[in-house]
Structure formats: structure tokens, C-alpha cells
């Protein structure tokens, strides 16, 4: 392939200087006046102009950095210092070693920050959720553990039972078989809570885990 290619009427060209062959720049630019023309023309009859409102594409600049400073910045911002249309731009140079090494520092660091937020979040969604569950339960307790005389099951209000499930799935349905969601009225909610007697009922659970928080504040990030 010889530079005479960049000829061939196949070759996508930019308005503007550095842009277009000469004469290939003349067609375009009197390509875009006729469709700005056709536009107006169209739409003065009623019709839907816009079609015909065509933006050629024009030269853009590429960027120069001035220092080790900028273009660490414009990798790490980009992600792109393991890509080579990165490190090269428009043929230019961007990047050395010492700019690499730099932004892939950089990177790990901010990586290293969302793992420990991600990870501060979920123990605060687990010190939530089990509040929540031991609230229930305490004022389960302390109201006098009203049980549904028809079917035997808690009876708690939908937050309460909510609140006890959401604590209790992943520890009683240890394969996963269950998901939240199926949780969504007071009856499922009590009704799972009544039918769990697998060694231990709901309440028993729940007791056992008040006595557990007492001796081990952070218990809810291992379980029960």
C-alpha cells in the first residue's frame, strides 16, 4: 500500500485544515452547504428537515502534554494505559515507562480504595440488618411472644418479620434454595419463621444469637 491510497474515494476524510485532500475538501465542504440548503428547503414545504441536517466531521486537535504530570493524568482517566491506541495518540508519543508504572500505581490504589469501601459497606448492611431482626425480636419477647392460634406462626407485623427473615435465610437456608424476595407479605414471612424446626425454631435462633452479640459484638459478620 502506497500513500496513494489515502486517494481512493472509499476514504473517510475531516473538514478542516490537516483534514481533506484539496480537492476532496472542496466536495465536502460543498456537500455540506447543500445539505444545510435541502434542510431549510424541506422544512419551509413542511416536511421533516432534520433528516438533512448532516454534520460533517472536522479535524480535532490532538492533545499535548506538557509534562509527565498531564499524561499521567489522561491514562488513568481514560484507562488506557495497558491499550496501545492509548500510549500513542495520533502517532505522537505519550507515554514511558516512568508514566506506566505510575498510572498502573495509581490505578491499584483506587481499585484498592472501592474493595475496602465495597467492604465497609457490606458490614455496615450487616450490622443493619441484624439490629433491625434483634429489635424484632426483643419487642417480640417483651410483648408476650404472640403467636397466629390458627397455624402456630410469630405473629409480627410486616417490618418485624421482614426484618427476622432477612437475618435468619442465609443462616437456616444454608444451599441457597431461597431467595429475599420471595418474602414479600407478612404471611410468608411468618409462615417460613413457624415452619423452621430443624433443631432449632426461629425463636431459639434468634435467642441464641442475642447471647452471642453479648459476648461478640461483631458476630454478624460470621454468622451464628
Same mark, same amino acid.
Given at each position: $500500500?502506497t500513500?496513494?491510497?489515502?486517494? @481512493?474515494p472509499?476514504v ?9 485532500p484539496?480537492e =476532496? ?6 456537500l455540506?452547504? %447543500? /445539505?444545510?440548503?435541502? =434542510?431549510k428547503?424541506? +422544512?419551509?414545504m413542511?416536511?421533516n428537515?432534520?433528516? $438533512?441536517?448532516v454534520k ?5 486537535k =490532538?492533545?499535548v502534554? %506538557? @509534562?509527565? !504530570?498531564?499524561r ?8 488506557? $494505559?495497558?491499550?496501545?491506541?492509548g500510549l500513542? !495518540?495520533t502517532?505522537l ?21 472501592k $474493595?475496602?469501601?465495597?467492604?465497609t459497606?457490606k ?11 434483634k429489635g424484632?425480636y426483643? %419487642? ?7 403467636v ?6 410469630p405473629?409480627?407485623d410486616?417490618?418485624?418479620? /421482614?426484618?427476622?427473615v !432477612? ?7 444454608? !444451599?441457597?434454595?431461597l ?6 407479605? #407478612?404471611?410468608k414471612?411468618?409462615t417460613?419463621?413457624?415452619?423452621i424446626?430443624?433443631? #432449632? +425454631?426461629?425463636d ?6 442475642? =447471647?452471642?452479640?453479648? %459476648? ?9
Amino acid at each position: $500500500m502506497t500513500g496513494n491510497a489515502a486517494n @481512493d474515494p472509499k476514504v473517510r476524510h475531516e473538514l478542516g485544515d490537516g483534514g481533506a485532500p484539496p480537492e =476532496a475538501a472542496i466536495r465536502m465542504k460543498a456537500l455540506n452547504k %447543500e /445539505y444545510r440548503k435541502t =434542510a431549510k428547503v424541506l +422544512t419551509g414545504m413542511g416536511f421533516n428537515g432534520g433528516v $438533512m441536517d448532516v454534520k460533517l466531521p472536522k479535524v480535532k486537535k =490532538a492533545g499535548v502534554f %506538557e @509534562d509527565n !504530570k498531564a499524561r499521567i493524568q489522561y491514562l488513568v482517566d481514560n484507562r488506557c $494505559m495497558n491499550k496501545a491506541g492509548g500510549l500513542f !495518540k495520533t502517532g505522537l508519543l505519550v507515554a514511558n515507562c516512568q508514566v506506566v508504572n505510575e498510572c498502573n500505581r495509581r490505578v491499584a490504589g483506587v481499585e484498592k480504595k472501592k $474493595m475496602e469501601a465495597a467492604a465497609t459497606k457490606k458490614v455496615d448492611q450487616s450490622v443493619d440488618t441484624w439490629n433491625k431482626a434483634k429489635g424484632a425480636y426483643v %419487642e417480640w419477647v417483651t410483648t408476650g411472644r404472640k403467636v397466629d392460634d390458627a397455624n402456630g406462626c410469630p405473629d409480627l407485623d410486616r417490618p418485624s418479620s /421482614y426484618a427476622v427473615v !432477612k437475618f435468619l435465610l442465609p443462616k437456616i437456608d444454608i !444451599k441457597g434454595e431461597l431467595r429475599l424476595k420471595d418474602f414479600g407479605t #407478612m404471611k410468608k414471612c411468618n409462615t417460613w419463621l413457624g415452619g423452621i424446626g430443624r433443631g #432449632m +425454631t426461629w425463636d431459639e435462633h434468634m435467642e441464641a444469637a442475642v =447471647a452471642k452479640s453479648m %459476648e461478640n459484638p461483631l458476630f454478624t459478620l460470621g454468622g451464628v
